[in-house]
C-alpha cells in the first residue's frame, strides 16, 4: 500500500481555512445563543425568507420581484443593524465586561450564587409573613411570549425588589415575576394554567400557573403560598411541596449554579487566552 503523505493537509492555507470556518461557527452559535427566546428570532426568520425568495425569483425568471427583493436586500445590512440593534448592544456589552478585556470578570458562577443568595432571602421575608409570590427563572427555552404580558423591570435581582413586587395590594403583585439572565426581566406575567388532575385542589391559581408553565417550558418556578407561607418548586411538569429552607436552597444550587470544576475550567481558559495574546 502506497505511503499516505499528510504534510500536504496541514498547509498554512488549509489551516486558515479551517480557522476561519471555526470563527465563523463561533459567531453563529453565539448569535443563535444571544437572540434565542426573543422577538428577534421572528425577524430573524423574516430575514432568512425573504433571502430564500429572492433566489427562488432569480431562478423562476420573476424579474419585478427580483428587482424588488434585490433592493430590499441591498439595504439589508443598515437595516439588520437597527432591528437588532438591542441584540448587538448585549453582546458588546457581555464582551466587555469578559476579563481579558478589563471587565468585571463576574463569572456565571458569582452570579448564580448571588442570585440563589437574593431569592433566598426574599422567600425568607415572604414565607414568614405569608406573602403570596410566584417567580419564574428562564433556562434553555425562551419564555418571550409570557414576558410580553408583563410589566418591564430589567434590574438586578435583589431580595428587596422582589418582596416590594408582591407585597399585597401593589400595582405588580398580581403575577408572575421572570428572571432570565440573573436579572429581573418583567412583573406582573401571565403564565399559562395547568389542567393537571393531580394538583390537589387545596392548591390555588399560583401553583397551578407554575405547573402550566413547567409543562411547556423547562423553566424553574417559585411558589411561595399566601394560605400557609409553604414554598413550592415546578420544572418539567413535576412540583415539590413545602420545601423546607434547606430543601430549596440545595435544589436551587444544584439547579442554578455551574458546578466549580466547570467555573474552574473556564477561569483557566480565559487565563491561557490572555497569555497566548500577551505573547504574541
Known sequence: MDNINLSGLFTVNNISIALDVLIIWFLVYR?????RGTKAVQLAKGIVFI??????????QLHAVTYILDQVVSW??????????PEIRRGLEHLG??????GRGTSLHDQSVKMVKELDKAIQYMSKRRIGA???IQQETGLEDYVETGIKIDADITGELLINIFIPNTPLHDGAVIINKNRVSVAA???PLSDSTFIPKRLGTRHRAAVGISEVTDAITIVVSEETGGVTITRNGRFLLDLTQEEYL???????VPAE????????????????????
Open 250 to 256: 440545595k435544589y436551587l444550587n444544584a439547579a442554578l
Open 134 to 136: 410566584l417567580i419564574t
Open 31 to 35: 448569535l443563535i445563543i444571544l437572540v
Open 76 to 85: 439589508s445590512v443598515v437595516g439588520i443593524l437597527i432591528i437588532f440593534q
Open 189 to 191: 406575567a401571565y403564565l
Open 97 to 102: 465586561r469578559m476579563p481579558m478585556f478589563g
Open 261 to 280: 470544576e466547570e467555573r474552574k475550567w473556564y477561569q483557566q481558559l480565559l487565563d491561557k487566552i490572555w497569555k497566548w495574546g500577551a505573547s504574541r
Open 51 to 60: 433571502f430564500v425568495l429572492r433566489i427562488i425569483a432569480g431562478f423562476t
